[in-house]
């Protein structure tokens, strides 16, 4: 019920896998889920992984990155993502013995990313797939998988499976880090995310937002930290559907040369959490009111000097992820039916994408 | 005497700096340099690290991406690019015994790559600095240190410096490659760079096609395996030097998404070369050209529906990076100059940002 205006016409496939993603958390967080991601857990643990090899792309790869930061923070295993195309187009074959190698894809069916987790498995890295589809080439390359269960994906840009595999992801490193199983205070915490994403989902500020930004000749996103995961994606979102050009940068790295490119007509999207990534960004957006950005801080609390905000639950920031991203979603499609275009079916483009 | 017209005036900084590129290659081709480099080559080869993590931002983040490459096609060691802010926004100490890491940074003065290499150096990596200054911070919190030795750069964007920076990961990683020192082919091969490089600064085709485009909105610049870096940094240029959205992607990635922004009126530097990146980035540039979108391929060879291009010599893929990117950086100076723009100090930026 929460996007009664784009549920008839545009967009209604997007509006409804959006809305979807309560219940996409309820379904993972149940105990046969969480039974089968102990079991992975368990594996993980048992063999000990000296670093982390993701391996993604598009939207699965801010979910890879999330993913990163996760096993860096919570497991102190270093963790990064691979080019694909090392292993495909030059035919690399890096040792990948010692290291847990993660290939996440929602559709599963990237014949890239088959090639790369087939590549380290045979030399010997422990490797899992996480999709959204258990019987997809992806699942069967890899040892162990997950299935993020998030049901049938109806618009082209991906929403709830992104969500999904974010959680699947925090599952699994929460339950690495205590042994195998997940902790009551973190699953107590847990069980909070279906209620706190439901109430975002009413909140009409974002299609406010779009309005604001119907005539935008670009969009800049920044986030710091588990927050930068965040911004990568609410880029591709606006790309994706309304074919804006969106750049996303880390806090860090837009101090280091692209906030020249900041202006009063700029809109900048910046992820500013309650923890210590917020805040390292509060002094990037003083750095952006200063420029005259026209800033919107998405996050729990106000800032100084920031007028537009979209509100968002003040939760830890490596839950934040998961619940950040619902509101820029619904911005992005909104402002694609604003300027007119059909977010569901984006031009030119595939749900599962064939590259080499 | 490249870039006559710009020298007294606007650009005068990165136009000399752009034209000290041949002279700065052939500087590290020198055997002083090559002996240094290869005393490095010995201890990371006595050391047989199980994986390499660069750490890195801005411009040298996509050096960083290139050594990337080297590393897991040439060496077979898997290799990632580490998020500065695990370590220093949230304090994780990854464990790094194992590793190879590598700071890359022009000014060497980044005080969260310093904590990065500290923190890697402190769990039992081999640390290595890739500076143009050898009394930076950085250099001296890595163990090993290898200096680019690129002289000093006037223009705050990047140019000299990042070639630098890519000739000696090329360097570092054939003299692993070959148990120490380089083989007389590749030095022979390498040879050549300075003077390819000097023909490529008297080609008139980035300065005209800078008029075509400057009155573009965007441009996106795309490129695959070693070529991606490219692509990365010539959005970088352009962004800091002409505040134009420029957005950088994978060919592959390309295709899952950011492909509906391409239109007529956007123009896209596709770098293609004559490997096998270049062999799977033709099918990129046949969907573009159906998008009808104004494509300018930069590589050596001529490509069917594509009218614009930027030739560069024809060399190993592994070599063109540091060639493909002088016509771009050129591009980017003539662009920013004749929308106005002082190339030379960016609007609101600094040569060394502090970052935490």
Redo the contacts between chains.
């Keep these: 019920m929460a996007e009664p205006s784009a549920r008839r016409e545009l967009g209604q496939g997007m509006a409804t896998d959006i809305a979807e993603q309560p219940e996409v958390f309820a379904r993972l967080l149940e105990p046969a889920p969480a039974d089968a991601i102990a079991a992975i857990a368990a594996r993980v643990i048992e063999q000990r992984p ?2 982390v ?1 993701f391996t993604a ?3 699965s ?1 801010h979910a890879a ?1 999330y993913g ?2 996760l096993s ?2 919570r497991l ?12 495909t ?8 013995a ?2 847990l190698v993660i290939g996440v894809s929602q559709s599963g069916g990237s014949a ?1 990313l088959v090639e790369v987790v087939r590549a380290a498995r045979d030399t010997g890295a422990l490797t899992l797939a996480i999709t959204n589809n258990p019987h997809s080439a992806l699942a069967e390359a890899a040892e162990l998988h997950i299935d993020v269960a998030a049901g049938h994906e109806r618009a082209v ?1 991906a929403t709830k499976t992104y969500t999904a595999e974010l959680l699947a992801l925090l599952l699994l490193v929460e339950s690495v880090r205590a042994g195998g199983r997940l902790p009551g205070d973190e699953r107590s915490a847990l069980a909070e995310l279906p209620n706190l994403a439901a109430g975002l989902l009413d909140d009409a500020t974002p299609a406010e937002i779009a309005g604001r930004y119907r005539f935008a ?2 969009v800049v996103t920044t986030g ?2 588990y927050a ?1 995961p965040t911004a990568r994606e609410a880029a ?1 979102k606006l ?2 559907t309304s ?1 804006l ?1 969106a ?1 996303a940068f ?4 837009l ?7 900041t ?1 009063p007509d700029v809109p900048v999207l910046a992820v500013v959490g309650d923890g ?2 917020g805040a ?1 960004m509060r002094e990037v957006v003083t ?1 952006l009111d200063e ?1 005259r950005a026209d800033v919107v801080a998405i996050g729990p609390s106000a800032i100084d000097g920031v007028r537009l905000r979209i509100a968002t639950p003040s939760v830890d920031e490596r839950y934040a992820p998961l619940l950040d991203i619902l509101p820029l979603q619904r911005l992005a499609m909104h402002l694609a039916l604003a300027r007119g275009e059909d977010p569901d079916a ?4 595939n749900k599962v ?1 064939i ?2």
Tied chains: 1, 2.
Excluded at 250 to 253: K, N, Q, R, T
Aim: hydrophobic share 40%; net charge positive.
């Design positions: 000296r670093h090899v792309r598009g939207t790869d990155l990163a930061y860096e923070i102190g295993i270093p963790a990064g993502l691979a080019s694909p195309s090392a292993v187009v030059y035919g690399a074959r890096p040792d990948l010692g290291a890239d840009a000749a670009r710091r930290g930068y591709l790309m994706e074919y050009p750049l880390s806090g860090a790295d101090l280091h040369g692209p906030l020249a490119m202006a210590p990534a390292a750095k420029r984006p031009r030119g483009l994408t590259t080499r």
